[in-house]
């Protein structure tokens, strides 16, 4: 069974920093382009960010390059999201949602999301 | 400001059939790239509902569908349950190196 569990977020105060990470089973890990995406309490969603899988090729949203940074392990089955620079529209349930290589594939599994909350 | 523009709500009473609407540009859904399509229920995580204009996953029953033409695509579903009230968001591939939703559709079963 495919499974993708976030954890790390937390709430931090505007300026600070948050690492999210999201721990897949279930599938060949190293065979997926591995993604992120969030939802604002009760908005849509939105991309946040995209590896490939061996990490050579890593894409962001406009709003979010420069502060965010993805990264991936492997051999650890993990998936990273590094957060600088929060600022209070960074509020949101971060999802891990996993995709096969091709631009037009599907987000097909999706992790229940760790909340990240911006506030003073 | 999503890139794919869906109607806030849709409504109907069981049995009958709904569709909601996803409109994108030249850039997206007119560039050919494929619309996928997920719902998402109170309180859990989206799920994939139609990849690829208009293929279900296994388990997604065939009262649910999807089509693609020009800039727009859809999805319908027939024989509404209460169980399908949820929010619906499609999501394509834009030319700028990025992944677009939809706004969402909540839809209300009435």
């Known amino acids: 069974e495919v499974q993708l569990v976030e954890s790390g977020g937390g709430l931090v105060k505007p300026g600070g920093s948050l690492r999210l990470s999201c721990a897949a089973s279930?599938?060949?890990?190293?065979?997926?382009?591995m993604n992120w995406v969030r939802q604002a309490p009760g908005k849509g969603l939105e991309w946040v960010s995209s590896?490939?899988?061996?990490?050579?090729?890593?894409y962001y949203a406009d709003s979010m390059k420069g502060r965010f940074t993805i990264s991936r392990d492997n051999a650890k089955n993990s998936l990273y999201l590094q957060m600088n620079s929060l600022r209070a529209e960074d509020t949101a349930v971060y999802y891990c949602?996993?995709?096969?290589?091709?631009?037009?594939?599907?987000?097909?599994?999706w992790g229940q999301g760790t909340l990240v909350t911006v506030s003073s | 400001q999503s890139v794919l523009t869906q109607p806030p709500s849709v409504s109907g009473a069981p049995g009958q059939r709904v569709t909601i609407s996803c409109t994108g540009s030249?850039?997206?859904?007119?560039?050919?790239?494929?619309v996928h399509w997920y719902q998402q229920l109170p309180g859990t995580a989206p799920k994939l509902l139609i990849y690829?204009?208009?293929n279900r996953p296994s388990g997604v029953p065939d009262r649910f569908s999807g089509s693609k033409s020009g800039t727009s695509a859809s999805l319908a579903i027939t024989g509404l349950q209460a169980e399908d009230e949820a929010d619906y968001y499609c999501?394509?591939?834009?030319?700028?190196?990025?992944?677009?939703f939809g706004g969402g559709t909540k839809l209300a079963v009435l």
């Open positions: 949602a996993r995709k096969l290589s091709n631009w037009n594939d599907p987000f097909d599994y």
């Open positions: 279930g599938f060949t890990f190293s065979y997926y382009s």
């Open positions: 590896i490939s899988s061996s990490s050579s090729s890593i």
């Open positions: 030249s850039s997206n859904i007119g560039a050919g790239y494929d």
């Open positions: 690829s204009n208009s």
């Open positions: 999501q394509s591939y834009d030319s700028s190196l990025s992944w677009v």
